[in-house]
Nanobody, 120 residues
């Protein structure tokens, strides 16, 4: 019953900003590492950024200094603040999470994605 639902995508001009959100519902155990992936048309899905269950964050070099990954105090919502957007950032952005269950161990979940389009 765990669901990850992304929001915040849209159309922006190059140099603009967007903040993506990923709301997790149906969580009855611990949310561990959460990630943002993206997939552009005709390209493979790539990892953009991750944040561990204790708040250690990292991102790929192509977005470093422009994107910031974070999570709320309840650790049930993931964010991606995207600044200085470039046309090459255009992609479907997808939320991913590792959830630890005491009864069954670690499971991985995916959202359906939100589209970000950056115009030139």
């Amino acid at each position: 019953q765990v669901q990850l639902v992304e929001s915040g995508g849209g159309l922006v001009q190059a140099g603009g900003s967007l903040r993506l959100s990923c709301a997790a519902s149906g969580i009855v155990s611990g949310v561990k590492t959460m990630r943002w992936y993206r997939q552009a048309p005709g390209k493979q899905r790539e990892l953009v950024a991750l944040i561990t269950g204790i708040g250690i964050a990292n991102c790929v070099d192509s977005v470093k200094g422009r994107f910031t990954i974070s999570r709320d105090n309840a650790k049930n919502t993931l964010y991606l603040q995207m600044n200085s957007l470039k046309p090459e950032d255009t992609a479907v952005y997808v939320c991913n999470a590792d959830i630890m269950y005491l009864s069954s161990g670690l499971r991985n979940y995916w959202g359906k994605g939100t589209l970000v389009t950056v115009s030139s």
